[in-house]
C-alpha cells in the first residue's frame, strides 16, 4: 500500500494569512494525488484533483502543485470559512484508496 | 441535481446486525462506483470498499475484508454497507462517496453524501 503523510499534523494561521500544507507519498504517485477540506460534522469536499487542478466552484485562493512524491497545498489568503480539516488522497496504486491522516487549520 | 444522499444515525449494540444505505439521484447510477469511507471519531479518513452497481463489482479494503458487505440494487438506485456483528469499535461516521469519472472506480470523489453515524455500545 501506498502510504500518505501530511505535515503539519495542525497548523494555527490567521484571517489573511498564506499557509501551505505537504503531502508525501511512500512512493512516486506522479499527479494521481487530490485534495478535501472536512468541516466538522460534515462530508468531505473535493477542492483539488491531479494535484494542481481546482474542481469547480473552489476558489482561486485555493492551489495545489507538485509530483512524484512531495505535494503542496496552498491557501493565498486565509478566509474564516477555511478553518478545517484538510486530507490528501492517492489514486495511483488502488486499491486500497490511502488518505493523508489530516492537517488541522485552526484559528490563531 | 447529483445527489447521495444516506440513511439516519443507528444506535446498536455489539452482535447486532446493521445494513445502512446511500441512495443516488440526479445522474446515472449504474455507471458511478460507489465508495464506502470511515471516519472515527476524532480520526481521519478510511477508505473501505467500493461497487459498480451496474454488475455489483466489488472491491475491499484489505483492512475491511471480511468485516463488512458491500452491495447494491440498482432498480432503486441504492448502495449499501452491512455488518453481521457489531463491535464497539465500528462506531464511526461513515460516508458514501462517488467516483468523477463515469466507469472509473478510482477518485477523485466529486460527490459525498451526508454520513450516517453508527454508535454501537
Known amino acids: 500500500d501506498i502510504q500518505m503523510t501530511q505535515s503539519p499534523s495542525s497548523l494555527s494561521a490567521s484571517v489573511g494569512d498564506r499557509v501551505s500544507i505537504t503531502c508525501r507519498a511512500s512512493?512516486?504517485?506522479?499527479?494521481?494525488l487530490h485534495w478535501y477540506q472536512q468541516k466538522p460534522g460534515k462530508a468531505p469536499k473535493l477542492l483539488i484533483y491531479?494535484?494542481?487542478i481546482l474542481q469547480s466552484g473552489v476558489p482561486s485562493r485555493f492551489s495545489g502543485s507538485g509530483s512524484g512524491t512531495d505535494f503542496t497545498l496552498t491557501i493565498s489568503s486565509l478566509q474564516p470559512e477555511d478553518f478545517a480539516t484538510y486530507y490528501c488522497?492517492?489514486?495511483?496504486?488502488?486499491?486500497?484508496?490511502?488518505f493523508g491522516q489530516g492537517t488541522r487549520l485552526e484559528i490563531k | 441535481e447529483v445527489q447521495l444522499v444516506q440513511s439516519g444515525a443507528e444506535a446498536k449494540k455489539p452482535g447486532e446486525p446493521l445494513k445502512i444505505s446511500c441512495k443516488g439521484s440526479g445522474y446515472s447510477f449504474n455507471n458511478y462506483w460507489i465508495a464506502w469511507v470511515r471516519q472515527m471519531p476524532g480520526k481521519g479518513l478510511e477508505w473501505m470498499g467500493i461497487i459498480y452497481p451496474g454488475d455489483s463489482d466489488t472491491r475491499y479494503s484489505p483492512s475491511f475484508q471480511g468485516q463488512v458487505s458491500i452491495s447494491a440494487d440498482k432498480s432503486i438506485s441504492t448502495a449499501y454497507l452491512q455488518w453481521s456483528s457489531l463491535q464497539a469499535s465500528d462506531t464511526a461516521m461513515y460516508f458514501c462517496?462517488?467516483?468523477?469519472?463515469?466507469?472509473?472506480?478510482?477518485?477523485?470523489?466529486?460527490?459525498w453524501g451526508q454520513g450516517t453515524l453508527v454508535t454501537v455500545s
Open positions: 462517496a462517488r467516483p468523477s469519472v463515469l466507469y472509473s472506480s478510482d477518485p477523485p470523489f466529486d460527490y
Open positions: 488522497q492517492q489514486s495511483y496504486s488502488t486499491p486500497p484508496i490511502t
Open positions: 491531479a494535484a494542481s
Open positions: 512512493r512516486s504517485i506522479s499527479t494521481y
